[in-house]
């Protein structure tokens, strides 16, 4: 655990009006041109932490979401785009503490190395005690985890309590929900949206947003993830249409 002195939060102040018109127009305009849409999108995919957090996942639907994070596009459209040797997978797969196990086995019968993210300390509203929160935090860790996405209590931001430890700290799922998390040496400050991004065109607008307020070094799966889960399957159907110039029938694509 590593303490952040965050009391320059308190002195942040945001114009609103602003932040909102200059998002609306970067949405409003095609963020990429068409020919260069495909290697956004591949891009895309490696800023992906590919989720399941359903209350039925079992470990066969983990496995399942295992194999597509190492295969996330198919084999030969990433041939017809002359990238199947470039190793495209996903940044991380993110699941339920109870489910690490699942997710370390999975991955490590496909041969990969794609770290496993989970949520914990009271996902979805951060509303349980601080003992339980640490103590599946350590559980996690122990199963295999090697990121955790911190739902923070809210209560305690509103009030202005900061307490800034931990490696990742998030906030509840809202409509779209925003994670700041920490990473290397020294301790770098990044970026996750997650909530409902299910299109390849919502990636797109994400990518684009990246690029132009903070630059090309942050459009990396080190500095900027997008956690969802339904995301993927547009973005290959997207490739796929790239590729052969129609769109793809349901049982064309592999789903995870």
Not at 123 to 138: V, Y
């Amino acid at each position: 655990r590593t303490s952040h002195n965050l009391s320059w939060i308190s002195k942040i102040q945001v114009n609103k009006p602003a932040v909102l018109r200059r998002a609306e127009q970067i949405q409003a305009r095609r963020p990429v041109k068409k020919e260069w849409q495909a290697a956004w999108l591949l891009k895309a995919v490696t800023c992906i932490d590919l989720t399941t957090l359903s209350g039925d996942d079992t470990a066969s639907n983990v496995q399942r979401l295992c194999y597509k994070a190492k295969y996330p596009i198919r084999e030969d459209l990433l041939k017809a785009l002359n990238m199947h040797d470039k190793g495209i997978t996903t940044a991380a797969v993110c699941v339920y503490p109870a489910r690490v196990c699942d997710a370390v086995k999975a991955l490590k019968a496909a041969g990969c190395d794609i770290p496993v993210a989970s949520v914990a300390t009271g996902f979805p509203a951060g509303q349980t005690h601080l003992k339980t929160r640490l103590e599946e935090i350590r559980l996690a860790v122990e199963d295999g985890a090697t990121e955790i996405d911190v739902v923070i209590n809210r209560t305690l931001v509103l009030t202005g309590q900061w307490k800034g430890k931990g490696t990742f700290t998030s906030s509840s799922p809202e409509p779209v929900n925003i994670t700041f998390f920490w990473w290397g040496e020294p301790l770098q400050m990044c970026f996750k949206p997650a909530g409902g991004i299910r299109s390849a065109k919502d990636s797109l607008v994400w990518l684009s947003l990246i690029k132009e307020e903070l630059g090309d070094e942050w459009m990396k799966p080190e500095l900027f993830r997008i956690g969802a889960s339904t995301l993927l399957a547009d973005i290959e159907r997207q490739i796929y249409h790239h590729v052969t110039g129609r769109y793809a029938a349901y049982h064309d694509l592999p789903m995870s």
